[in-house]
């Protein structure tokens, strides 16, 4: 997660009950909602027609757009709604972008002496949203308790928003019965010996099996670890085929650490093929 979205994250938790007291004080709002703009109302429209064509890449660019322009009386409803393109498409890069948008919108909430109640849980869902889809387990936890869950949202006054919430709390449960039943198929020796070829900067030897069950003996240069539950990767450079690639830890056997040596390629390599690594290296 990225430094200021972590930070976000954070502020969010240790904030929540002070703003869901607040939002419970205040009556419920009886000014009418701003009529909807006929251009906006065209533009959801056509990411709609998108998703249903199935061209996912190109509603998630133009409910971005569409997320960047709105005016300040309408981002609530677009950043809610934005919020949900995203959950439909499962796409990761869409909930990052989205929360960079809507961070100022965020950070002047929680200042804000009179929040509404519904606001402030549409943007817990939003936030939690993100947190498990980039498999950020332990913070997540602190939005997605059953108590956490039955104070954002209403059962009664917010059905869809508590059912989201919900079905948020399960996906994340799975996720990380997914992520544990996974390292029962990693060869147990894996970890440590990428360990020490890591370290003494010695090439990496093992069987792979590919998507379509071929089996190869490959060399590489280990370079990094990463893990995107319910999978464990390894970030390597492949001699034979001189270019960076991702190896799934479950479709390796027999790893061994070879004799031949190898020098350390620059940071670009492992942000290449793993964006996520980015904040952490530019920290080293």
Known sequence: MKPTLAALARRWISAF???????????????????????????????????????????????????????PSERQFIYQWAGWICRITSDVDCAQGLLEIALPH?????????????????????????????????????????????????????????????LLAAQRARRISDFDASRDHIDKALVATFEHAFTAGRLLAFSYVDREGRRTR?????????VRAPLWYVIAWDRRRDAPRLFRADRIRRPTVTGQGFFPRPHDLVTRICPDAVDLLARQ
């Open 218 to 226: 490959r060399h590489v240069e280990p370079h990094g670890l990463l």
């Open 17 to 71: 009950s002070v703003l869901t007291c607040l939002a419970a004080a205040m009556p419920a709002p009886t000014t009418a909602q701003p009529a909807a703009n006929p251009s906006l109302v065209a533009d959801v429209d056509r990411v709609s027609i998108l998703i249903r064509d199935g061209r996912n890449l190109d509603a998630i660019d133009l409910a971005k757009q569409i997320a960047t322009a709105a005016p």
């Open 106 to 166: 965020l950070d002047a909430l929680l200042k804000t002496p009179s929040p509404d109640r519904s606001t402030v849980s549409h943007n817990v869902l939003l936030i939690a949203s993100y947190l498990v889809a980039t498999g950020d387990y332990q913070e997540s936890a602190k939005f997605l308790t059953p108590g956490f869950i039955a104070e954002a949202a209403s059962v009664i006054k917010d059905p869809l928003l508590f059912a989201e919430l919900q």
